[in-house]
Structure formats: C-alpha cells, structure tokens
C-alpha cells in the first residue's frame, strides 16, 4: 500500500492478469453495488455539474444501473440534453471512524430513459423488487425509468487503491 496520500496506487484491471487481483476486485465492486441502497447520480447541464441522491438496482452482470425521476425535473432534462452521467456509491456512513475503511465505486456510463413498455416493465420490476417502498413512485406516469449503460468502475479502497474495471471483460 502507498502511504503517500497525494499520490494513489492506480491499477487497471485487465484481461490475462495472472494474480487474484480482478476477481476479488469485482466482488468487492459487486458487494458494494449490490449492498449500498443509494448512489450519488451527476449530471451536466448549462456549463455546471448537477448531483442528486438517487435509489438504484444494477443487473447481475454489472452493465447497467436503472432508477426512477419524475420527468419533468431538472435531472431528467439534463440526462435528455447530455447522456453522459457519473454515480458514486459508497460506505462511508458505516466507516464514520477511519478513512482507509471507505470504499466507493465511481460509475460512468450513458443514459437514457426508457420508453420501450417490455423495456420498463423488466427494469422496473428490478427496481421494485430492490426498493419495494418505491413501487407507487416507479409506476407513476408522470415518473420515468432511467437506463445506464455502465461503460467503466472505478473502485477506490484503503483510502488511496484504485482500480478500474470494465464490465464485460471478466464473464
């Protein structure tokens, strides 16, 4: 581990690598994904960055996130004016004591709101069946299902570790 704080240890988890490196990092990407139910979503809009707490549920495969936003909110717009977006998952509320503790995934990916019905029913019973407290909101017609096509993860752990990890390379 670096214990230079201003300076990270940066690994890229790629295809071929001979240690246990990319499998413990995508179940940790996995536990934390699958554990955390709240993500920080941001988009970008009129020059400035935008966040909002959002509830979420990922697929299986860890392609792709889904959630719910009324569509006339400013969220919604952004996402409909620049699909690229950002989330942040993390557990730093049960790590209050120390930094190195935390862990956080950084999503960046491309959205879109679902209008597909066979598309919004499979994602929405996804979403449901994680957030069940949501189902009135998510079937809502003035509510939309937003799809990210996750395209890289970074993973930081012990404060200063980063690993970057692509879907799709490690099935």
Same mark, same amino acid.
């Given at each position: 581990?670096?214990?230079? !704080?201003?300076?990270?240890?940066?690994?890229?988890? %790629?295809?071929?690598?001979? #240690? /246990?490196?990319?499998? @413990?990092? =995508? &179940?940790?990407?996995?536990?934390?994904?699958?554990?955390?139910?709240?993500?920080?979503?941001?988009?970008?809009?009129?020059?400035?960055?935008?966040?909002?707490?959002?509830?979420?549920?990922?697929?299986?495969?860890?392609?792709?996130?889904?959630?719910?936003?009324?569509?006339?909110?400013?969220? !919604?717009?952004?996402?409909?004016?620049?699909?690229? %977006?950002?989330?942040?998952? #993390? /557990?730093?509320?049960? @790590?209050? =004591? &120390?930094?190195?503790?935390?862990?956080?995934?950084?999503?960046?990916?491309?959205?879109?709101?679902?209008?597909?019905?066979?598309?919004?029913?499979?994602?929405?019973?996804?979403?449901?069946?994680?957030?069940?407290?949501?189902?009135?909101?998510?079937?809502?017609?003035?509510?939309?299902?937003?799809?990210?096509?996750?395209?890289?993860?970074?993973? %930081?752990?012990?404060?200063?570790?980063?690993?970057?990890?692509?879907?799709?390379?490690?099935?």
């Amino acid at each position: 581990m670096n214990n230079r !704080y201003d300076e990270p240890d940066f690994i890229d988890v %790629v295809p071929g690598r001979t #240690d /246990n490196a990319r499998g @413990q990092v =995508e &179940s940790e990407i996995r536990a934390l994904c699958f554990e955390q139910p709240f993500a920080v979503l941001a988009t970008q809009g009129e020059g400035q960055p935008y966040t909002n707490l959002i509830s979420y549920a990922v697929s299986e495969d860890l392609k792709q996130l889904v959630f719910s936003t009324p569509s006339q909110t400013r969220k !919604y717009s952004l996402i409909k004016k620049n699909k690229k %977006v950002s989330l942040l998952i #993390d /557990n730093r509320a049960q @790590q209050p =004591e &120390s930094i190195n503790l935390i862990r956080a995934v950084t999503i960046t990916g491309i959205a879109r709101p679902l209008e597909d019905p066979k598309e919004v029913e499979r994602w929405a019973e996804l979403l449901i069946k994680r957030h069940s407290y949501l189902d009135k909101f998510i079937k809502s017609p003035s509510s939309s299902l937003i799809l990210v096509d996750i395209i890289r993860i970074f993973y %930081v752990r012990r404060f200063q570790e980063v690993f970057q990890w692509v879907p799709g390379n490690f099935s």
